[in-house]
């Protein structure tokens, strides 16, 4: 079993910057990324990265957003610039481990206009 601990959102203006952090509860991991969920709309993949320090983006933050992670203290960050009102969702950590999945328990991210 894997716990994730999840921190860092909040209420930022237009053009701010925000950073997420996830804590893990073990070191090992095959993936670790952040999903978002916007009211309404199905959860999606933002940024991941793989325990070679492979990343990847979701076109729509890729330049704004970096995800990135300190192995000694097992946490993985998202900082992300340049918010956009359409950024605000309730960011999610997920870890992948074998076969299995793990999910944090969410934060809130509201981008005001």
């Known amino acids: 079993q894997v716990q994730l601990v999840e921190s860092g959102g909040g209420l930022v203006q237009a053009g701010g910057s925000l950073r997420l952090s996830c804590s893990a509860s073990?070191?090992?991991?095959?993936?670790m990324g952040w999903y978002r969920q916007a009211p309404g709309k199905q959860r999606e993949l933002v940024a991941q990265?793989?325990?070679?320090?492979?990343?990847n983006y979701v076109d729509s933050v890729r330049g704004r957003f970096t995800i990135s992670r300190d192995g000694a203290k097992n946490t993985v960050y998202l900082q992300m610039n340049s918010l956009k009102p359409e950024d605000t969702a309730v960011y999610y950590c997920?870890?992948?481990?074998?076969?299995?999945?793990?999910w944090g328990q969410g934060t809130q991210v509201t981008v005001s206009s």
């Open positions: 990265i793989t325990s070679g320090d492979n990343t």
């Open positions: 073990r070191g090992d991991f095959n993936t």
């Open positions: 997920r870890l992948t481990l074998w076969s299995r999945a793990y």
